[in-house]
């Protein structure tokens, strides 16, 4: 089968969020089918870094496109009706590609990751589609203007209206929806689409992610994620100024590493704060992970699966997180991770974890011991699979072969 797989960022390297899903995807589709991947890189750095796909699918496209240009169509959008992230994404030589290579033979399958990339492959007629939205955007971006200042909070309230409303269309305009949790389902079948979506999970790769008999310093924390994002930025903020100091009352050695690319200024200044320390990007994230005692992860904003919480869940590092972070992750509070809301809480959260080794030891072998049974690629594609072989009407076998 001859498969188009289009995504709104390139899926190679996969290194953050969303690329890691769509990776996996792209390697397992390439397994059976002959998959074209399509998309774009908005500098020299990711397009050189894009061609390492070669030889894990049919063939490739990556678009350059200039940020002063996207920013550009983006701004244009205030002025109509469409959701900014739709110009932001858009590449006119992209949809050329895409639309010469659906003419030289046509494809028997397109697989969107993403809702902004949506716009490349839904024109295209007689063509099964399949839309995997992975997180409903439009409830995150109305997420972020509830924490952001004027104007900017205007700016994302607006972008999420618009885009709820443009998912809606696409789910009735694609074959099938899918996303990556539950509880993300319940918004896109809340839209009406319970006949067209499902759901499958992201996965870790618990051979890459495993421990590897380092000892975790006692009174060390971590926090991974790339740090010019949002919602890691808040959380961070909020962390080192309400909730360390308190923890340092009774632990006065504890210290966290944050760890992740492009820290924003307001989490550079964290530095400065007694006890904290921000890498900025390393070659490995794992070495920090492992030699922490406890990964914290006290997110007040997030969709989806925190890539972070199951990766230091499968190198056997005890979590402590939100009531919103652990939403998307199938494990159970206080059995494979632990829950806390509040500065107060989750300082007495990983006061109790620091001041009890065999409580962390406990954590350490069921996080682990949970990700390999629930969240593993393999049995996260197999469940794709029986869901796309349902929706195209064929066998699982036939579509697996």
């Known amino acids: ?28 589709l390439a397994k059976r089918h002959e998959v074209s991947v399509a998309s774009i890189c908005r500098n020299d750095g990711e397009l ?4 390492g796909i070669a030889g894990q699918c049919h063939e ?20 109509g009706t469409e959701p900014l992230s739709m110009g932001y994404f858009h590449s006119g030589e ?53 924490h952001k200042s004027f104007p900017m909070s205007l700016v994302y309230g607006l972008e999420g209206r618009r885009l709820e409303k443009e998912e809606q269309r696409l789910g ?44 975790a310093e006692p009174c060390l924390l971590s926090f ?30 504890a210290r966290i590493v944050i760890v992740g690319a492009n820290p924003s200024r307001p989490v550079q200044e964290l530095a400065s704060l007694p006890g904290v320390e921000v890498t900025g990007s390393v070659p490995d ?28 869940m499968a190198m056997g590092v005890p979590v402590v997180t939100s009531s919103i972070g652990a939403r998307g992750v199938d494990a159970v509070p206080g059995e494979h991770l632990i829950v806390a809301d509040g500065a107060e809480a989750t300082a007495r959260a ?20 949970r990700v390999r049974s629930h969240h593993d690629w393999e049995s996260a594609m197999a469940r794709m699979d029986r869901i796309v072989a349902e929706r195209l009407g064929t066998s699982l076998a036939a579509w697996a072969a």
């Open 224 to 253: 991974i994620g790339r740090m010019d994002y949002f919602p890691n930025e808040a959380c961070m903020v909020e962390f080192c100024r309400t909730t360390l100091p308190r923890i340092r009352q009774q632990h006065a050695e």
């Open 285 to 312: 994230v794992r070495p920090y992970v492992r030699r922490s005692a406890v990964m914290v992860a006290p997110l007040s904003i997030a969709r989806g699966t925190q890539n972070k919480i199951l990766e230091a």
């Open 172 to 215: 009735r305009v694609f074959d099938l929806s899918t996303v990556a949790t539950a509880g993300e389902l319940e918004t896109l079948r809340a839209f009406g689409l319970a006949e067209r979506s499902d759901w499958f999970p992201n996965g870790v790769d618990a051979e890459y992610f495993a421990p590897d008999g380092t000892d």
């Open 350 to 369: 990983v006061c109790n974890l620091l001041g009890h080794p065999e409580e962390r030891r406990r954590l350490s072998q069921a996080g682990r011991a």
């Open 48 to 51: 050189a870094a894009a061609q």
């Open 94 to 146: 992209l949809a050329r590609w895409i639309d010469a290579k659906a003419r030289e033979k046509p494809f028997d399958l397109a697989f969107v990751h993403s809702s902004s990339a949506a716009q490349y492959v839904e024109h295209l007629p007689g063509l099964p589609k399949i839309l995997d939205f992975c997180d409903m955007d439009s409830q995150k971006w109305q997420e972020y203007a509830r």
């Open 60 to 79: 490739f496209f990556a678009a350059r496109v200039s940020e002063p240009v996207q920013l550009a169509r983006t701004a244009l959008r205030m002025l």
């Open 1 to 28: 089968m001859r498969v188009l797989f289009v995504s709104h960022r390139f899926p190679y390297p996969p290194n953050e969020g969303g690329k890691i899903r769509a990776y996996h995807i792209i390697r397992h």
